[in-house]
């Protein structure tokens, strides 16, 4: 008898952040026909921020500058690439009524602007000499980037595969 009490007052609680309004409009409106321009962009910085971090282990073991070049150039295209794609997911944020209801949503947004901030640093540390930047902070720099960036990925790829954010319903 208690169990079922227990049970019937578990069907009557409603979670109040399903019953705002729009929580079930999804689909991602930054798009080029149905494809999300956000999915479609955080391929460059998730790539160059591991290109930063290859370059720098082989300007370790090879001496050769043009690899702390490569760096160089990696690190900043990796977060002008990165703020782009920021760009995209605010807008999706912002604009997606089911999207910025959800806290998910919000808890990818804290970890993408961390790792912004990181790329930035990585970027703009090597502004001011390139070559000895690289040995010690350059390098731990770029290891900690691409934790933060396959964590951000890793999040991200929740919010399409677990809560089907920015998918099309394929109407
Ligand atoms: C800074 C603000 C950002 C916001 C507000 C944001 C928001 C979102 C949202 C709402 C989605 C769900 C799919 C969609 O609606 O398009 C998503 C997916 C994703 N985000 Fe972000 N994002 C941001 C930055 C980044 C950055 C900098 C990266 C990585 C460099 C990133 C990596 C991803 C990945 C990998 C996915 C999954 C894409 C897929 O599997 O299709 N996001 N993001």
Same mark, same amino acid.
């Given at each position: 008898?208690?169990?079922? @009490? ?41 790539? +160059? @921020? ?27 295209? $990796? ?10 997911? @605010? ?24 790792? +912004? ?38 999040? $991200? ?15």
């Amino acid at each position: 008898m208690a169990e079922q @009490t227990k049970d019937q007052n578990t069907e009557d609680l409603i979670d109040p952040i399903s019953e705002m309004p729009g929580f079930d409009q999804t689909e991602s409106r930054i798009a080029i026909h149905g494809h999300p321009i956000h999915a479609m962009s955080v391929a460059f910085p998730v790539a +160059l @921020t591991f290109c930063v971090l290859g370059a720098d282990a082989i300007y370790w073991w090879t001496g050769d500058v043009f690899w702390a070049r490569a760096a160089l150039w990696a690190a900043g295209t $990796g977060f002008l690439f990165g703020m782009l794609a920021g760009v995209s997911g @605010t807008a999706e944020l912002l604009l997606v009524p089911g999207i910025r209801a959800r806290a998910p949503a919000w808890t990818h947004f804290i970890i993408a602007v961390t790792l +912004l901030a990181l790329l930035g640093a990585n970027w703009g540390y090597r502004l001011f000499g390139y070559e000895d930047a690289v040995l010690p902070y350059g390098i731990l720099l770029s290891g900690l980037c691409v934790l933060v960036v396959s964590f951000t990925g890793w999040h $991200g790829g929740k919010l399409v595969f677990d809560y089907q954010l920015g998918t099309s319903k394929g109407n």
